[in-house]
T-cell receptor, first 113, second 115 residues
């Protein structure tokens, strides 16, 4: 069994300030975890993934996420928000090796100039 | 550059019509997926195919069927469209390896409106 909870449906930050998008997961097995981004009227694009290697994962566009097993969390961060980061972000979990994944409901990030 | 393409970006159909949504990937991936995306609900899996002619139901298969006759093509069929099937439909594909979950590559989506 697997599930994922994105703790905020909307996050608003000012340009140049840090971004934190929160994600908690539940998995019966060692999980694979992903963050995807979706810009308006576009498909989803992979930002980064965790598959049991290093717990701090670096992705594209300056994003990173840390796998914390004790907290069952996989929060997404970026030191300085850019206007182009405004999009919807999805946290995704899969019980290790399982081909079907479970998506969170998404977090819409607004970046204020 | 990897590519997943969907036959239409926008589609308007009438209640009761049979609707075909086509998806093609050029990455020789074994796995293909159909999701629907609705505000506040995230992405929900409709059907999944792990090989030609093989399929598995997802979380919300009712009212849908699928076809995979060739490895690169995965079709979603709405047998008799209803207004509650108005949604964004996303196709995805991924590689497969025992014990490893690979990332999925997504098409741009088809926004279907059923009137």
């Amino acid at each position: 069994a697997q599930s994922v909870t994105q703790l905020d449906s909307h996050v608003s930050v000012s340009e140049g300030t840090p971004v934190l998008l929160r994600c908690n997961y539940s998995s019966s097995y060692s999980p694979s975890l992903f963050w995807y981004v979706q810009h308006p009227n576009k498909g989803l694009q992979l930002l980064l993934k965790y598959t049991s290697a290093a717990t701090l994962v670096k992705g594209i566009n300056g994003f990173e996420a840390e796998f914390k097993k004790s907290e069952t969390s996989f929060h997404l961060t970026k030191p300085s928000a850019h206007m182009s980061d405004a999009a919807e972000y999805f946290c995704v979990v899969s019980a290790g090796g399982y081909q079907k994944v479970t998506f969170g409901i998404g977090t819409k990030l607004q970046v204020i100039p | 550059d990897v590519k997943v393409t969907q036959s239409s970006r926008y589609l308007v159909k009438r209640t009761g019509e049979k609707v075909f949504l086509e998806c093609v990937q050029d990455m020789d991936h074994e796995n293909m997926f159909w999701y629907r995306q609705d505000p506040g609900l995230g992405l929900r899996l409709i059907y999944f195919s792990y090989d030609v002619k093989m399929k598995e139901k997802g979380d919300i298969p009712e009212g849908y069927s699928v076809s995979r006759e060739k490895k690169e093509r995965f079709s979603l069929i709405l047998e008799s469209a209803s207004t509650n099937q108005t949604s964004m439909y996303l196709c995805a594909s991924s590689a497969v390896d025992m014990g490893h979950t690979y990332e999925q590559y997504f098409g741009p989506g088809t926004r279907l409106t059923v009137t």
